[in-house]
C-alpha cells in the first residue's frame, strides 16, 4: 500500500487544504508564547509572494505570516550558536533554511514589519525547527519590509 504524503488539514484562514508532508516540522525549541504547539506546515498559498504560512498542525486557528528577508534585499546574516545549531542538529549549512515572523496590519499592510530578533530555523535533512533569540544584535523587532511606510502618517 502507498503511504499519502500528504495531509488534509481544516484551517481557521485557509478552510481545507492538502499539505505536504515533507514541509511538516517539530519544533524542538517552541515559537515564543505557543509552547504547547510543536507540530507547523509551511503553506505556500500564493507562489509567487513573499509570504508564506507557518501553520500550526496541532491548533487550526493558528498560523503566522513568514518570509525570507532575503525577498526583501535585506542584510540578514547571523552565526547560529553551537548549542542551539545542536537541538535541530544541523549536520550541513545548506540543510538550514531561516525564515522570520511578519506583522501585518489590517489596516496597513504597507506597515507591515518582520521579526528579525526571533527567527525561524528549519533543519530541512530532518524537519526539525525552531525558534531562536539572537543576543548582542542590532536587528530589530519590527523592521519594516516598505520603507515607504516611514513617510506615512
Not at 5 to 15: A, E, I, V, Y
Not at 37 to 49: C, F
Not at 65 to 93: G, H, M, R, V, W
Not at 139 to 146: A, G, Q, S, W
Amino acid at each position: 500500500m502507498e503511504e499519502n504524503n500528504t495531509l488534509t488539514l481544516n484551517t481557521k484562514k485557509f478552510g481545507e487544504i492538502d499539505v505536504d508532508k515533507n514541509f511538516i516540522f517539530e519544533f524542538v525549541s517552541p515559537i515564543i508564547g505557543f509552547e504547547n504547539l510543536k507540530k507547523y506546515a509551511i503553506i505556500d498559498i500564493k507562489p509567487d509572494s513573499p509570504f508564506k504560512w507557518l501553520q500550526s498542525i496541532e491548533d487550526m486557528e493558528l498560523a503566522f505570516p513568514i518570509t525570507l528577508c532575503s525577498y526583501f534585499e535585506i542584510d540578514y546574516q547571523f552565526d547560529i550558536p553551537d548549542e542551539e545549531a545542536q537541538k535541530i542538529d544541523i549536520q550541513n549549512a545548506d540543510d538550514v533554511f531561516v525564515f522570520n515572523i511578519v506583522n501585518i496590519p489590517n489596516s496597513n499592510p504597507q506597515g507591515a514589519t518582520v521579526n528579525m530578533v526571533a527567527p525561524i530555523i528549519l533543519n530541512l535533512a530532518n524537519k526539525k525547527a525552531m525558534q531562536t533569540i539572537l543576543k548582542d544584535t542590532n536587528f530589530e523587532v519590527r523592521y519594516k519590509l516598505y520603507k515607504q511606510a516611514d513617510t506615512e502618517v
